[in-house]
């Protein structure tokens, strides 16, 4: 399993420790957040592999893994990073292989209120494709099939969106 933009390690250990047979890997761009993240992992006794590296240059050979997760990472990142990210992601995941994301999505009018505080910190370009729920085809662009919505949940900061694809 791949957890794309790991920050902490939070999700990347809650997996391992619910499924202590897997071998997950989790990478982020910033070394600081990694540093913590393998301090979490030491202090809970479980290994995982930890790279620094970006979600659009992703570190591993074609069809490398059955899974990939990523969680509000997404919205951070420009359309055309966005595509290339997603590409990566389809190029690492074996066929039949799964992705699984939560970021923030299209929501009703209460729902695009709450998201605008992200909106104003993240940038409203950056995260215009959340914010018109466009992120199903972007991975339908990047040659992931079977892109489907899974759940939707309302937040205070706006619309949580889990999407899932195939390879």
Request: hydrophobic residues 45%; glycine residues 10%.
């Amino acid at each position: 399993m791949l957890d794309v933009g790991c920050g902490t390690g939070t999700l990347t250990l809650w997996a391992k420790q619910r499924e202590p047979g897997i071998d997950i890997a989790g990478i982020d761009g910033d070394p600081a957040v990694l540093r913590r993240a393998a301090t979490k992992a030491e202090e809970a006794g479980v290994e995982l592999d930890l790279r620094e590296a970006l979600a659009d240059d992703l570190p591993f050979e074609d069809a490398s893994f059955d899974r990939a997760i990523t969680s509000l990472v997404f919205h951070h990142l420009p359309r055309e990073v966005k595509e290339r990210s997603a590409a990566e992601i389809a190029r690492v995941l074996k066929p039949g292989g799964e992705l699984h994301v939560a970021d923030w999505g299209r929501g009703d009018p209460l729902m695009r209120l709450a998201f605008l505080t992200t909106r104003l910190l993240d940038g409203f370009e950056r995260t215009a494709d959340n914010a018109r729920g466009r992120l199903p085809a972007i991975f339908e662009g990047a040659g992931l099939r079977d892109v489907r919505e899974t759940a939707r949940f309302r937040t205070m900061s706006g619309a949580m969106v889990l999407l899932s694809a195939r390879r």
